[in-house]
Nanobody
Framework: QVQLVESGGGSVQAGGSLRLSCAASGRTFSNYAMGWFRQGPGKEREFVAGVNWSGGSTDYDDSVKGRFTISRDNAKNTVYLQMNSLKPEDTAVYYC??????????????WGQGTQVTVSS
């Protein structure tokens, strides 16, 4: 089992930035690909970004490419999501996830509780 706890959510105006963090505990963090998903009001949960075990490969949904950056620090068992140029449509609950599968499968088995991000126009 992997336990995941997100932090860093909040409210920001359009064009602003936020950095989300996800602290992992349990099994060896570097064994897992890590990802971020989000679920907006009235929407299904959707993939945002993923990073492989070493941090050397990343995967992004087209809607966030060029604005969001995912990274990880295996020494701190933490994954980050730097979000710049935020838009009102980025408003959602953001979830951290861990996967024992290859990065580009986008299939994740372990989930955090989520952190709210609200972007106002």
């Amino acid at each position: 089992q992997v336990q995941l706890v997100e932090s860093g959510g909040g409210s920001v105006q359009a064009g602003g930035s936020l950095r989300l963090s996800c602290a992992a505990s349990g099994r060896t963090f570097s064994n897992y690909a890590m990802g971020w998903f989000r679920q907006g009001p009235g929407k299904e949960r959707e993939f945002v970004a993923g990073v492989n075990w070493s941090g050397g490969s990343t995967d992004y949904d087209d809607s966030v490419k060029g604005r969001f950056t995912i990274s990880r620090d295996n020494a701190k068992n933490t994954v980050y999501l730097q979000m710049n140029s935020l838009k009102p449509e980025d408003t959602a609950v953001y979830y951290c996830a861990a996967s024992g599968r290859p990065l580009y499968s986008r299939r994740y088995a372990y989930w955090g509780q989520g952190t709210q991000v609200t972007v106002s126009s």
